[in-house]
């Protein structure tokens, strides 16, 4: 069993709902992230959390908009998405962001799809 | 430049046998890590196994190897005794302690068991 929870599994949006995924981990880890994986790609990275801030935002959309209630959750909030926008949304955890030796922990994904 | 290449789209394996999935990586920092991560078609990434880049000996976990070579910078996965469960994605990664990006991934290789 993973150890990062992903919330929904599944989600099927209309481009004018507003939506939100959520992650959850309980290993105590310092940094979080939100990766966009579309298919036959690998996942590219969106949003870094460390310590509860916001470390990195590699120039995504306003449309996604990342939160951080706690150092366990991190959400990802939809609205006004695009059809381009379907993916697998992986959230992922680790010790500490800027470090060489601690892998990533990933989340079964959230696959979304915008109609 | 890509920091991570793997030059194997897909690749063919015979249950029981082994197999060598390439990984070849660009980096100017001394200290690193170099992961691979295997994406079944439920979507989760799965950490196999780590090599730091001071680690004089290639990491092993079970099945899996790590064939480092420092000086040619690359680090390819070996799977002894393939089996039908290994038929996924696998996703070479590259953590740098000065990076931007907490991780780097390759392309991906598909790799289908044939019973």
């Known amino acids: 069993d993973t150890e990062v929870t992903q919330t929904p599994k599944h989600l099927v949006m209309g481009m004018t709902n507003k939506k939100s995924l959520k992650c959850e981990q309980h290993m105590g880890h310092r940094a979080m992230y939100w990766y966009k994986q579309k298919a036959k790609k690998p996942p590219e990275l969106m949003f870094v959390y460390s310590y509860e801030k916001l470390s990195i935002n590699e120039s995504v959309p306003s449309r996604f908009s990342p939160e951080c209630p706690n150092s366990s959750l991190l959400n990802l909030h939809l609205h006004a998405l695009q059809p381009e926008d379907s993916a697998l949304y992986l959230c992922?955890?680790?010790?500490?962001?800027?470090?060489?030796?601690?892998?990533?922990?990933f989340g079964e994904g959230s696959r979304l799809t915008v109609l | 430049a890509q920091k991570i290449t793997q030059t194997q789209p897909g690749m063919f394996v015979q249950e029981k046998e082994a197999v060598t999935l390439d990984c070849t990586y660009d980096?100017?920092?001394?200290?690193?890590?170099l992961f691979w991560y295997k994406q079944p078609s439920s979507g989760e990434m799965i950490f196999l196994i780590y090599q730091g880049s001071y680690d004089e000996q290639n990491a092993t976990e079970g099945r899996y190897s790590l064939n480092f070579q420092k000086a040619r910078k690359s680090a390819n996965l070996v799977i002894s005794a393939s089996q039908l469960g290994d038929s996924a994605m696998y996703f070479c990664?590259?953590?740098?302690?000065?990076?931007?990006?907490?991780?780097?991934f390759g392309k991906g290789t598909r790799l289908s068991v044939i019973a």
């Open positions: 990664a590259m953590r740098e302690d000065s990076g931007n990006t907490p991780l780097v």
């Open positions: 980096t100017s920092d001394q200290s690193y890590g």
């Open positions: 992922a955890s680790s010790q500490e962001l800027r470090e060489s030796y601690g892998e990533l922990f």
